[in-house]
């Protein structure tokens, strides 16, 4: 009863907060509730434990209606893709600096669970761009490609040759944000001030 008030009073006080459906509901000056999936509340704690990644604070997670929210830090900025253009040369230079340096932390983190393609903890991967549905975990690449592929064989003549090439070669996994947008990189006073949105992350 209390969650239902505070939302319904959040929206009509403060409003919604992003663009899609909404993403959610501003309950305070300093916090917000968004409807969630598991993964992106796993990213949120991991990133904050272990980088230095600018990322809204997790408060504590509820359920309503059958769905999960969890309620964050209210982080003020724009998406890169409006400040931009306020941006003289310098400063854009040092806002990608300051970017470069946060993916190479990325890059550097060891997952908590043991190696496979999956989400932080070790479960299902999220991708808004395979599909709505969660997908894997995967213990390598090889069942991870015939997912994407949809089980057919890369050498199929429904792929380009590209597709076999790319899904032949070896690298190395590293932790991802997954969707890294210009919409998902706040901007604040000339400086990164949240890396939002992490629900595809692992």
């Known amino acids: ?15 919604d907060v992003g663009s899609a459906s909404p993403a959610g509901i501003r309950v305070s000056p300093r916090r917000w509730i968004k409807w969630c999936q598991p993964p992106e509340i796993e ?4 990133v904050a434990t272990n980088t230095t990644i600018p990322v809204p604070k997790v408060y ?3 359920t309503h209606k059958g ?5 964050l830090e209210y982080v003020k900025g724009v998406p890169v893709m409006t ?7 310098d400063q854009k230079r040092s806002l990608m600096k300051e970017l470069g340096g946060y993916i190479r932390q990325l890059k550097s983190l060891k997952p908590p ?3 496979r393609i999956s989400s932080t903890l070790g ?33 199929d003549p429904s792929f380009d040759e590209v ?27 000339r400086r990164i001030s949240a890396i939002i949105d992490w629900e595809c992350a692992g």
């Open 67 to 71: 769905h999960l929210l969890v309620e």
């Open 60 to 62: 504590q997670t509820h």
């Open 123 to 155: 479960g299902p991967c999220r991708d808004t761009r395979v599909g709505q549905a969660p997908f894997g975990p995967f213990d390598n690449t090889e069942p991870f490609h015939a997912c994407l592929r949809g089980q057919i064989p890369p050498d």
């Open 113 to 115: 669970a043991d190696f």
């Open 163 to 189: 597709v076999a090439k790319c899904h032949a070669r070896q690298y190395k996994v590293r932790y991802t944000h997954g969707d890294l947008s210009i919409l998902n990189i706040l901007v604040h006073n």
């Open 83 to 89: 400040a931009w253009w306020k941006l003289n040369e």
């Open 43 to 46: 990213a949120l704690e991991f």
């Open 1 to 15: 009863m209390l969650l239902a008030l505070r939302l319904w009073l959040g929206k009509k006080l403060l409003g």
